[in-house]
């Protein structure tokens, strides 16, 4: 993905911010205790959130007692973020880009980015975060992964036939995702101003009625950016196969992916 693809598909999820928050699955709870542990966070630390969205981790990392500082590039997810987050004084919203806001050198115990940390520009990605950390603070990354081959299996596999039709990007024979083909080695989130990173996994099944799971798909940037014919054609072709073939619900499972590392 071009830096100007990327930075054009991270604005298509503020347009559809409350459906975001109503459908996007939240964190597991034993993945931000580990969080919590690795990072060393408590009452009164410091945190910058990039791309807190509408408050999914934010909202666990603020019962704390932590000071947060949510930066959100949507208008419309900062509001509902900030909605979410009126009973935590100790947190504030800035809506802005994380390479833009201006952020005191040395002031955070932890940063922390939410399957938000591939739409960073790359030259800001590591150099940012060492930047504004205490010598010893966290980058913490956390990356969900949709396993295909677990949850309702047997949908996924068919669904391809779907994308193929209606999703010009798609290519023929897509294989299925698993936990074991899921790398464990990443070198694009390793960096030398960071020690290497501790990684915690955890995989969480979310069952969705049909339209549950179409609401779902259109927060998700690609289904966003499709033209409207062939995004209706593609949403079409799913509720026939879940309705027609699998009872109007499907099960989807996540793998959540935590990296803790230490500005060296």
């Known amino acids: 993905m071009s830096p100007a693809e990327r930075?054009?598909?991270r604005t298509t999820f503020d347009a559809v911010a409350e459906r975001y928050d109503a459908v996007r699955p939240r964190y597991?709870?034993?993945?931000?205790?580990?969080?919590?542990e690795l990072a060393g966070i408590g009452p009164g630390s410091r945190i910058v959130e990039i791309g807190s969205g509408t408050g999914?981790?934010?909202?666990?990392?603020?019962a704390t007692g932590a000071d947060?500082?949510?930066?959100?590039?949507?208008?419309?997810?900062a509001a509902v973020a900030r909605r979410n987050l009126g009973g935590f004084p100790?947190?504030?919203v800035v809506q802005d880009a994380f390479e833009r806001v201006d952020l005191p050198d040395g002031a955070f115990d932890l940063v922390v980015a939410a399957t938000s940390f591939h739409w960073i520009d790359e030259g800001a990605r590591f150099a940012k975060p060492a930047r504004i950390l205490r010598p010893g603070g966290s980058l913490a990354i956390v990356e969900t992964h949709h396993i295909s081959a677990g949850g309702s299996a047997d949908f996924f596999a068919a669904s391809q036939r779907?994308?193929?039709?209606?999703?010009?990007?798609?290519?023929?024979?897509?294989?299925?995702?698993?936990?074991?083909?899921?790398?464990?080695?990443?070198?694009?989130?390793?960096s030398p101003l960071f020690t290497a990173p501790t990684l915690r996994r955890h995989l969480q099944d979310v069952t969705y009625e049909t339209d549950e799971y179409l609401q779902l798909l259109c927060t998700y940037s690609g289904h966003l950016a499709l033209p409207d014919h062939l995004r209706a054609g593609l949403l079409n072709c799913l509720a026939d196969l879940i309705d027609g073939q699998h009872g109007g619900r499907?099960?989807?499972?996540?793998?959540?992916?935590?990296?803790?590392?230490?500005?060296?």
Do not use: I, N
């Open 28 to 36: 597991p709870d034993a993945l931000v205790a580990e969080l919590v």
């Open 7 to 9: 930075r054009l598909l």
């Open 250 to 264: 499907v099960t989807k499972q996540y793998l959540f992916e935590l990296r803790v590392a230490q500005r060296l």
């Open 90 to 92: 100790r947190v504030r």
């Open 56 to 62: 999914q981790l934010t909202v666990p990392l603020a």
């Open 68 to 77: 947060v500082t949510a930066v959100e590039l949507g208008p419309q997810l």
């Open 162 to 190: 779907c994308y193929e039709a209606w999703d010009p990007d798609t290519p023929p024979d897509l294989p299925r995702t698993t936990v074991a083909g899921t790398p464990v080695e990443r070198p694009d989130l390793v």
